[in-house]
T-cell receptor
């Protein structure tokens, strides 16, 4: 059974701090990794995609991928109260670029003013 | 604007009734998906389709049915066999199987 694991949280950080969200996956053949943000009562919104080992930055968001450790993370710099949401990690089921996505259960982030 | 439209936003089902949730996309995506989300839970895949006139069961297909007669449309029917249908239903589409998926706004289904 292919799995994606995330800490459910809640993760609470003060405004302006760095929030670090983590995700591990079981399928070593996975090639595509995504982070979604879901506000309460709303649908998930894609915020980051990463396909290669290393870091990928987009504004205040940085995605980090380590395929050897089967680990993907999302850093949010200068966290704002508007970042308070549940963050879902999604990983393709493989092989290669084929297959569907498996979603983790999400980490709830709370940014305190 | 390109996007995914789900309707209705809220739906109520009576005992023994089948109901159909609509999902339309104008992104020219080949693949479409239906997920169910229960409170505090992740997304569970119900059905998916990677090409017109073909679809596959996901992890929780029992009590649901779908069709894919057009590339743009992937309706989901919640049948009376689904005994616990109350949930948030999300439709998504993507260019191919493992590419990023984009979601509609969802339909909330409740039992009367």
């Amino acid at each position: 059974q292919k799995e994606v694991e995330q800490n459910s949280g809640p993760l609470s950080v003060p405004e302006g701090a760095i929030a670090s969200l983590n995700c591990t996956y079981s399928d070593r053949g996975s090639q595509s990794f995504f982070w979604y943000r879901q506000y309460s009562g709303k649908s998930p919104e894609l915020i980051m995609s990463i396909y290669s080992n290393g870091d990928k930055e987009d504004g205040r968001f940085t995605a980090q991928l380590n395929k050897a450790s089967q680990y993907v993370s999302l850093l949010i710099r200068d966290s704002q109260p508007s970042d308070s949401a549940t963050y879902l990690c999604a990983v393709n089921t493989g092989p290669g670029s084929q297959g569907n996505l498996i979603f983790g259960k999400g980490t709830k982030l709370s940014v305190k003013p | 604007d390109g996007g995914i439209t789900q309707s209705p936003k809220y739906l109520f089902r009576k005992e023994g009734q089948n109901v159909t949730l609509s999902c339309e996309q104008n992104l020219n995506h080949d693949a479409m998906y239906w997920y169910r989300q229960d409170p505090g839970q992740g997304l569970r895949l119900i059905y998916y389709s990677q090409i017109v006139n073909d679809f596959q069961k996901g992890d929780i297909a029992e009590g649901y049915s779908v069709s894919r007669e057009k590339k743009e449309s992937f309706p989901l029917t919640v049948t009376s066999a689904q005994k616990n249908p109350t949930a948030f239903y999300l439709c998504a589409s993507s260019q191919q199987g493992a590419w990023p998926q984009h979601f509609g706004d969802g339909t909330r289904l409740s039992i009367l």
